[in-house]
């Protein structure tokens, strides 16, 4: 069938005619994987998307990518056209907050202490199609934070009881991993698990590095720690692995709407993974969305922002949502609708999900709903090889880092994770831009001096990212203020965003150990702080700068009761029986592991929920309707 046949360009009846099983708001992965789930077990299910629906076509993936080549800031939404009627927010134009004073130029309203510079993509598919496809679990001893360590919250939940999941999660997204690379740090797999495909092999890069700094050792409260670099895995396609599934092996997952032989084949190491795979070798939700059209249970309604959810007072169930549909990005004709259901289920982001509940007068009976908001915070130190490595070679990271993931330290500071980033110093300087002025403007070279210069400089460059744990911070949190509204008149989020003294400290320790790095394998630091950036902070008299990792995680919280959590186990709201809240904005901790992976298996986890829900509903409602025999 054609797959994008239940996508309701036009929307022939009013859909307050229609109660679907399932209202899903998002087509991002966590509500394309519990849309596919449903329609699979024969439930019927309504996606509004704030998108455009472009994206489910070979000629709309191409504008996208026609936008990335031709903008002048390559930020992570630069594919993306300006839409009025579905902002979202974009890095460029980032400045810091002055206090008292909130910033409303973008489409976050900053109201600091510090800016946050992260993103978030509203398309179908969301933000996976900007996402690095990063597919780390996370560590067992993450989930209890607080038992081991004395610091932020445990799980209602550990990593034994989520490790089925993590299966499942790893199968929909198809990673490419070895179990050898990943067994650390008391992370476990099942007897005879392997991923989809094979690991995608080490750049020459990571190859160097490695040869320098492997069996490295260093000690860190009293904890000896060595240090390896090893293949991250990646939601991109690679060598499918024969011995999956029992010897069945795995077939990748190929382009949406593919019309040429090298779309959604295997990855062709482009450097641009961020914001947009040129081929389509990178895994988006695009690719699950499909899976469910293909269902027949599933219709997908573009262009449609829900703007508030409706409850029932007697009962605190919901019955219906309230969405407004507009003709294009200037906001022309714009139409309310509204969507009925059995059970809802809030799938945008850890963002736009609280934003939508506070917008709707929902803060949730513990008070926490858009509280505790975290992010993976960055720093940057960058430096050139002391030969010719190879950068810009390769995705934009095959290898990091992980020991520091793990230890006692964490009583005292934030634990963290190394990317090796194969792109040079992009991130942190603008190159190559930045190198060519540099070559020109301050060494007066031109010609063949340029060129070699610049092509000795730019093969050099070495970029470490280390991404550093954030913890559950109550005064850290998404608001909304009448005072700011979108072009359709919705309520933006406030974002109030601080650094805590654990995070610091971790960041702090970072740049030493960055120095120590370099110094082993012999790197000559260009690392340089600008007090006027955005994201500068003291610590200790030493001047640094954090970047966003775009993990936007804690805003609808779980946890055992509804006087300390927004959501249970299951991601279901405590004060709306028939209402999940799903995705990173759920987790109670985020470690040191990218959140897709564990927000995927999380929708898996609570999908089966979901479901027995609908079916007790179901055979309750007939029971009623039928009487006594």
Request: hydrophobic residues 35%.
């Amino acid at each position: 069938m054609n797959q994008s046949a239940n996508v309701l360009y036009k929307v022939s009846q009013k859909l307050e005619q229609i109660e679907y099983d399932a209202v899903v708001v998002g087509s991002g992965v966590s509500g394309a994987i519990i849309a596919k789930e449903l329609a699979e077990r024969g439930f019927r299910v309504l996606i509004l998307e704030a998108g455009t629906g472009q994206d489910l076509s070979t000629t709309g993936y191409e504008q996208y990518l026609a936008s990335f080549y031709s903008s002048v800031d390559k930020d992570n939404n630069a594919p993306y056209p300006v839409n009025a009627s579905a902002a979202m927010p974009r890095s460029p134009g980032i400045r810091k907050v002055q206090p008292g004073q909130p910033d409303a130029s973008g489409y976050f309203v900053q109201n600091g202490p510090y800016a946050l510079d992260s993103t978030y993509t509203r398309a179908v598919g969301g933000t996976t199609m900007h996402w690095q496809a990063t597919t780390t679990r996370m560590l067992p001893e993450d989930f209890e934070m607080q038992a081991r360590f004395g610091q932020g919250r445990d799980w209602p939940i550990r990593y034994a009881d989520l490790a089925p999941y993590y299966n499942q999660a790893e199968r929909e997204i198809g990673v490419s991993a070895d179990v050898e690379d990943q067994t650390y740090l008391g992370i476990t797999f099942d007897p005879g698990y392997v991923f989809p495909m094979r690991k995608i092999p080490l750049s020459y890069l990571d190859k160097s590095v490695a040869r320098r700094l492997d069996g490295t050792e260093i000690e860190l409260d009293g904890e000896a720690k060595r240090l390896i670099v090893r293949s991250v895995p990646q939601g991109r396609n690679g060598v499918p692995n024969p011995a999956y599934d029992n010897g069945k092996g795995y077939v990748p997952i190929g382009a949406v709407s593919a019309h040429q032989s090298e779309q959604g084949e295997r990855c062709q190491g482009n450097t641009n993974c961020v914001p947009i795979c040129p081929v389509q070798a990178k895994y988006d939700a695009r690719k699950t969305l499909v899976k469910a059209l293909a269902t027949g249970r599933v219709d997908l309604l573009p262009r449609a922002v829900v703007s508030r959810v409706h409850i029932d007072p007697a009962n605190g169930r919901v019955t219906h949502v309230e969405y407004k549909r507009y003709a294009d990005s200037g906001c022309t004709d714009v139409e309310t609708g509204v969507a009925k259901g059995r059970v809802f289920v809030l799938a945008a982001n850890a963002v736009e999900n609280p934003r939508l509940m506070l917008a709707s007068n929902l803060p949730s009976s513990s008070g926490l709903m858009g509280r505790n908001l975290m992010d993976h915070t960055y720093l940057l130190a960058w430096g050139l090889m002391p030969e010719v490595t190879g950068t810009m070679r390769g995705t934009q990271g095959t290898s990091g880092i992980e020991e520091l993931r793990s230890g006692v330290f964490r009583k005292r500071h934030a634990a963290f994770r190394i990317d090796i980033h194969n792109e040079g110093w992009g991130w942190a300087t603008g190159s190559p831009y930045t190198d060519l002025l540099d070559i020109v403007d301050n060494k007066n070279k031109f010609g063949k001096a340029l060129r070699r210069g610049l092509v000795d400089r730019i093969s050099r460059q070495l970029l470490l990212a280390f991404m550093v744990e954030q913890l559950p911070e109550p005064g850290n949190r998404i608001t909304v203020d009448p005072r700011y509204k979108d072009a359709l008149g919705n309520l933006r989020p406030v974002v109030t965003y601080n650094l805590s003294e654990y995070s610091m400290a971790g960041l702090a320790y970072c740049r030493q150990l960055s120095r120590r790095i370099f110094q082993r394998i012999g790197v000559e630091d260009h690392t340089y702080y600008d007090p006027a950036d955005y994201g500068y902070f003291t610590y200790l008299g030493q001047g640094l700068v954090f970047r966003g990792g775009n993990h936007f995680a804690g805003t609808h919280i779980m946890g055992t009761s509804r006087q300390d959590s927004v959501v249970d186990f299951r991601q279901r709201s405590w004060d709306h029986e028939n209402l999940y809240l799903i995705g990173a904005g759920s987790m109670p901790t985020i470690g040191a592991a990218n959140t897709t992976l564990t927000l995927a298996a999380l929708c898996f986890l609570s999908v089966g929920h979901i479901a027995n829900d609908l079916r007790r509903e179901k055979s309750t409602t007939v029971i009623t309707e039928g009487g006594p025999a």
